[in-house]
């Protein structure tokens, strides 16, 4: 087995690789310390695909809900907030051409913040999930809402219907 190239000193958003690489799985893991202190082992591609960029801990601190992130159990809005935001603003997002693409955007005050988004829309209902009301606007104030999932494919655009 050849060995992975060395990352060694570099920075992946608030990662920086100590060193120390092993091989776990089939995957190459990289000692590394976020910039909060902890240091934690990270696959070398989720460094590479920017799919990891800090530790959990500043992950909860950057929604601006510190230390409430399990108090508030807001996991799933925080998991809706940043899929979204992913498919408004990374091509490598396989829904991305749906969203993105298309000029589906978010609010600028919600892509800085976790919480702007959060303290609009409020906590999810059990067995509900983000849904834009209008599909040819983009996550935005007045636009978003909790819905069933009969609800939201009720609503979905026919793509079929968007080929000429």
């Not at 909860?60 to 603003?89: D, L, P, V």
């Not at 599909?135 to 007045?142: A, E």
Request: one cysteine or more.
């Amino acid at each position: 087995m050849s060995r992975p190239e060395d990352l060694t000193g570099r920075k992946f958003g608030k990662w920086t690789v100590l060193g120390n690489y092993q091989r776990k799985d089939s995957a190459t893991y990289w000692t590394c310390r976020c910039e909060c202190g902890i240091e934690r082992d990270v696959a070398a591609s989720s460094l590479k695909h920017g799919t990891s960029t800090q530790c959990q801990s500043c992950a909860s601190t950057i929604h601006g809900m510190a230390g409430n992130f399990k108090q508030h159990n807001t996991a799933k809005e925080y998991n809706s907030w940043h899929a979204a935001k992913s498919r408004c603003t990374n091509p490598n997002n396989p829904k991305y051409a749906d969203y993105g693409g298309r000029g589906i955007y978010m609010d600028k005050t919600w892509m800085e913040s976790f919480k702007a988004f959060y303290d609009h829309i409020g906590p999810c209902p059990e067995g509900m999930i983000l849904d834009r009301e209008n599909n040819d606007l983009g996550y935005v104030p007045g636009n978003v809402r909790w819905v069933t999932y009969s609800v939201s494919n009720e609503n979905r655009r026919n793509k079929r219907e968007t080929i000429s």
